[in-house]
Each structure stands twice: as structure tokens, then as C-alpha cells.
């Protein structure tokens, strides 16, 4: 297969985990006779301080253009810190969501059992959990009408619905599901929301097309507990926007490290895959930061395209190199020289020699390169 990847690296540290996403693809290429074809290009923080636009015209068209994306992290303390700024890398994300239409946010979230001890949660607790999160992506309250008063001192967000943008990502949340554990829970706060009862009417609907999935309801708040609680009670977990930009980054304690996590965002014409953490600039060049949410975003990618056996080696990459303890510090604390390339460099290795790259993993500890 060919396929042409657009590739957004993005700020801090988005360039080095990207970079080792990329490695991760050029092995699966070697491995399985594909050909992958990249194309950098600026978004966020780097392309307002070179283009003055956080998501300048040729890196849209270059999206446009492409099979797919591979994003790297977008944000910058100049940006975060300064509430004023009328331009912001974070716009450049939203208006690369919304122009390629990418309405679904698909995030795994998995509870490794080599890494049990390294979250903050009982190991009882998360042991066997493996949820999936659709988000809705391009409607509610970050896309609405935004109103503030000329005084400063009354604003407003606008959050609004329709049938269509919620039957869409509900129909994918489904069929998900069938191919799980056969069920979807639907994360609201019809108590209260007007969009939150369209939410669940139109997805009620919706349910009677698919009489193998068992559709259960939960407000954001107790889901939010339950999450903590009882995160194996879940299989798919179907929201809006806001709710689902805060449910998954609190699923990510689940893990041991946000450094895990992994996303699609889907539409009908474009698929972009990027990890869930953020720019990290206070990592940024110091060859900390995990590359295994980047790495397994690529998986997603191979998944996106039916690469089934290719993105299965990607995982089974991953796992070897979490249970060897090839890991950055967030999850290391018996090695102290593996690097972001290093972890990278080990998971490519493995792609080529799995069944060397036990003894490869020496080299990785004296400083050398492993064998591609």
C-alpha cells in the first residue's frame, strides 16, 4: 500500500515523539512491502511565530491533500500564559478539526498489566480495563458563539447540537461496540442540558438499529466517579465535546502515564492521529518525553487503513518494550539512560527482529544502536 502521510510535529515536545512515530512507519514499510511517503509541514506555536497563522494555508491543503496525518502536540507558556492573545496555537487544531471535518475522537484507553503499580489507582480497581471514548469533535460549546461584554465583564460559550452530528459518531460508537463487548454508554447531563436530551433521544433512536448492543446512560459527573471507581464496568463510552475532552484525560491516570494514550480523529474524508498529551515544554529537547501515545497513534493510523497484522506488530512492539522496562522516566525507575529515540529505536528494532530484540536490549543500556 502507498500511502501519503502529512506529518505536523507541532511544539515542544511534538517533534520528538512524531519523529519516532515516523521510525515506528518506516519499519512497518521495510517489514511489509508498503511504501509510506511523509510531508512536514507548521501548525500551532512554530507557525504563528514563522507564518503569524497557527494553521497557515499550505498546511491545511497539504492535510487535504494527504491520506493521512500524523500530529505531533501543539502549545507554547508564551500562549498559555497570556489570556489576551488574540492568537493562539490551540486555534490551529480546532480549525484543522473543523475544515477536514473530523467529527470523531477515537481514544483507546488500556490498563497495561506490566504497568498496574505505576498508576495512582488500586491495582484491583483498573486490572482488565480496556474502554473505548468516542468524543464528538467539531460541535458544542467550543464551536459555538462566543459573546463577551464590552465592559469585560459577562461572557458567554454557546453550546449547540443537531441530529445529524450526533447520529454520525453515535452510528460509529455502535458498530464499535459489536465488535467489543457490546456495550455503549452514553455520557450526558440530561438532568439539566437541553443539548444533553437531544443527545439522548436522537442516540435512544438510534439504538433499536443495533439490538446487539446493550445502551446504558450516565451523567458526566457520576461518570466521571465511576471512572475512578469502576473503569471496567465500561466498554464504549459515547459523549459531547467538553464532556469528552474531560473524561478521557481523567481515564489517562488509568494507565500510569498520559504518555500512553493515543487518539484518531475521523471524518468522512480525512483521518488525523495524534497522542492526547500536550507540548510538554518544559521536556522539550531533553529526551524524556514517551513516544509510545505517537507510536500508538500510528498504530491507529495502520488500523484506520486495515492494516490489521501491521498495527498488531506496532502493539505487540509497545508491550515488549513496557514489559523489558524500555521506557522514559514516567515509567522508568530502574533505568535512568533511555531516551524518547531510544524507546523508538527499540520498538523499529523489534518490528525488524522480534525475535532479537531481547538481545538487543543490551545495547540499548550501553548507548548503542540497536540492530535495524
Known amino acids: 500500500m502507498k500511502l501519503n502521510i502529512a506529518v505536523l510535529p507541532g511544539d515542544?515536545?511534538?517533534?520528538?515523539?512524531?519523529?519516532?512515530a515516523i521510525?515506528?512507519?518506516?519499519?512497518?514499510?521495510?517489514?511489509?512491502?508498503?511504501?509510506?511517503?511523509?510531508?512536514e509541514a507548521a501548525v500551532g506555536a512554530v507557525a504563528i511565530d514563522k507564518y503569524n497563522n497557527p494553521l497557515p494555508d499550505n498546511t491545511l491543503d497539504l492535510c487535504k491533500s494527504s491520506d493521512a496525518i500524523l500530529f505531533g502536540a501543539i502549545g507554547h507558556p508564551k500562549y498559555d500564559n497570556d489570556p489576551s492573545a488574540k492568537i493562539r496555537p490551540e486555534q490551529g487544531l480546532l480549525k484543522l478539526r473543523k475544515e477536514l471535518g473530523l467529527f470523531a475522537n477515537v481514544r483507546p484507553v488500556k490498563a497495561y498489566d506490566t504497568l498496574l503499580n505505576k498508576s495512582p489507582l488500586k491495582?484491583?480497581?483498573?486490572?482488565?480495563?480496556?474502554?473505548?471514548?468516542?468524543?464528538?469533535?467539531t460541535g458544542g460549546i467550543y464551536f459555538g458563539k462566543k459573546h463577551l461584554s464590552e465592559d469585560g465583564n459577562a461572557a458567554s460559550?454557546?453550546?449547540?447540537?443537531?441530529?445529524?452530528?450526533?447520529?454520525?459518531?453515535?452510528?460509529l460508537a455502535f458498530k464499535a461496540a459489536q465488535d467489543r463487548n457490546k456495550k455503549v454508554t452514553l455520557v450526558d447531563k440530561a438532568n439539566v442540558l437541553e443539548t444533553s436530551r437531544l443527545w439522548r433521544k436522537v442516540v435512544t433512536e438510534l439504538a433499536s438499529q443495533y439490538p446487539d448492543v446493550l445502551l446504558d446512560f450516565l451523567f458526566v459527573d457520576n461518570a466521571a466517579m465511576q471512572m475512578i471507581l469502576n473503569p471496567k464496568q465500561f466498554d464504549v463510552i459515547l459523549t459531547e465535546n467538553l464532556f469528552g475532552d474531560v473524561i478521557s484525560d481523567e481515564a489517562s491516570v488509568i494507565g500510569g502515564s498520559i504518555g500512553l494514550l493515543a487518539s484518531a480523529s475521523i471524518g468522512e474524508k480525512h483521518a488525523m492521529f495524534e497522542p492526547i498529551h500536550g507540548s510538554y515544554p518544559q521536556a522539550t529537547g531533553k529526551g524524556i518525553a514517551n513516544p509510545v501515545a505517537s507510536i500508538l497513534s500510528a498504530a491507529m493510523l495502520l488500523e484506520h487503513f486495515h492494516l490489521h497484522e501491521e498495527a498488531d506488530l506496532v502493539k505487540e512492539a509497545v508491550d515488549k518494550s513496557l514489559k523489558l522496562n524500555v521506557t522514559t522516566p514516567d515509567l522508568n525507575t530502574k533505568y535512568d539512560n533511555i531516551s524518547t529515540s531510544k524507546v523508538g529505536d527499540f520498538i523499529a528494532d523489534f518490528i525488524s527482529n522480534p525475535k532479537d530484540s531481547n538481545l538487543n536490549f543490551t545495547n540499548i543500556h550501553l548507548g548503542q544502536s540497536t540492530i535495524i
Open 123 to 137: 491495582k484491583n480497581i483498573i486490572e482488565g480495563t480496556d474502554i473505548s471514548i468516542y468524543r464528538e469533535l
Open 12 to 20: 515542544g515536545i511534538g517533534p520528538e515523539v512524531t519523529e519516532q
Open 23 to 39: 521510525k515506528v512507519l518506516k519499519a512497518i514499510a521495510l517489514e511489509f512491502d508498503h511504501t509510506f511517503l511523509f510531508k
Open 157 to 171: 460559550d454557546l453550546c449547540e447540537y443537531s441530529r445529524e452530528e450526533i447520529e454520525r459518531i453515535a452510528h
